[in-house]
């Protein structure tokens, strides 16, 4: 009978098969990780009107609540990269996912606004080297010949994940205010969080990595940022997810308020927008090898920006399709993006991606939060106007820096 499993002193075990046991469960494993962090990471977004109507605090300082979550993630992504070298991927999401749960437990128990934006900003960075950690253990533990399609169905599994979270907290929320819409998010991630631990395979190709001091990180750091090519996907990152999180942030309250006057569970139901992402990534990653990385990343921004347009219409139908295809547009800029990172970077490629994870979650946090500073002042219209302006910055930029082809396929 043929040994699937690793051969040892001859080391010669490829990783997990696809259709193997340990592949589907890697993959299961993976998905609720994804679970487990995306829903809480953005648990208190389907409940923002709710949360500043109870606190008697403005859409923007609500908004802290995600952006502060995601100021710690991307303040960690590196810092947990190192560390996952170290003591191994399977035990680093394992730390990282059992604090941020405890911790999420914690939130609806905030006596205070302070406090809750502690708990939230704490969260985010228990959740930071999950995104990263998770590619990383798939590239290692499956098979070379299927990762690609093993992380195409995990970042699948993600949106999904996130999905879920905001879907549960809408209609809690309406019944029983924001603290038990972020209780029953909790709840799901701690659920999502027990199965990862029963299905996750150790591991069998983690080698410890030494760490390599401050100097030689700081190295691997500078010539990513020196590469301009790479930069303009940082930069990409940085522009188009602020964009993308403002609109889902302050959308809510808007189509809370007149003329559209929905309540909190039907204003749940727009992130089932996201299911547009969940089909155009995959979708746009197909297309590169025809048209190639830059020209799908530019179309996919150009998609985005006409998807929001629509929404400038005060029509409920034209505002729900606009925010469909937004979205479709978005993750197909992010899948081309994120890929793109990995195959320009020649060395130190955990590091590249984490430094793409660091921008996105940065843009997250920042342009996420400032978007609700042009809603409060001038509405809807010039929120929209202005992510419409990053996405043509970000596509211009895209445009200059790669017109060289080389690594576009």
Known sequence: MTNTIATGSTGTWDGHAKGSRGYNRVLAALALAGVATFAQLYSTQAVLPLMAGELKITAAEAALSISLATVG???????????????????????????????GLLVPLA??????LALRT???????????????????????????????TYVAGTTLGGLAGRLVAGPVGELWGWRAAT???SLLATVAAVLFLVLVPRQRRFSPAPTPGFR?????????????????????????????????????FRLHAEPFGLPATAVSLIFLAYL?????????AGLTTRFGRRNVLVAGIAVMSAGLALTLVENLAATLAGLVIFTGGFFAAHSVGSGWTGAIATTGRAQAASLYNLSYYLGS?????????????????????????????????????????????
């Open 73 to 103: 993630l991307a303040m960690t992504v590196l810092p947990w990269s190192f560390a996952a070298d170290r003591i191994g991927r399977v035990r680093a999401m394992t730390i990282g996912i059992a604090v941020a749960t405890l911790l």
């Open 122 to 152: 704490l969260e985010g960075m228990a959740l930071g080297g999950i995104p990263a950690i998770a590619i990383a253990y798939l590239n290692e533990e499956v098979t070379k010949v299927h990762t690609a399609l093993a992380a195409g």
């Open 365 to 409: 946090s920042v342009i996420g939060w400032a978007g609700g500073l042009a809603f409060q002042a001038f509405d809807w219209p010039a929120l929209a106007l202005s992510v419409i302006a990053l996405s043509c910055t970000t596509a211009a930029v895209t445009l200059v820096v790669h017109r060289s082809q080389g690594h576009s396929r």
């Open 183 to 185: 209780l029953a998010v």
């Open 111 to 116: 006596p205070n606004v302070p406090m809750l």
């Open 216 to 252: 030689g990180a700081l190295r691997t750091l500078t010539g990513h940022t020196g590469n301009p090519k790479l930069l303009s996907l940082y930069l990409q990152a940085f522009l188009l997810m602020g964009g993308f999180v403002a609109v889902y942030n302050y959308l809510g």
């Open 276 to 284: 547009s992402g969940t089909v155009s990534s995959r979708w746009a």
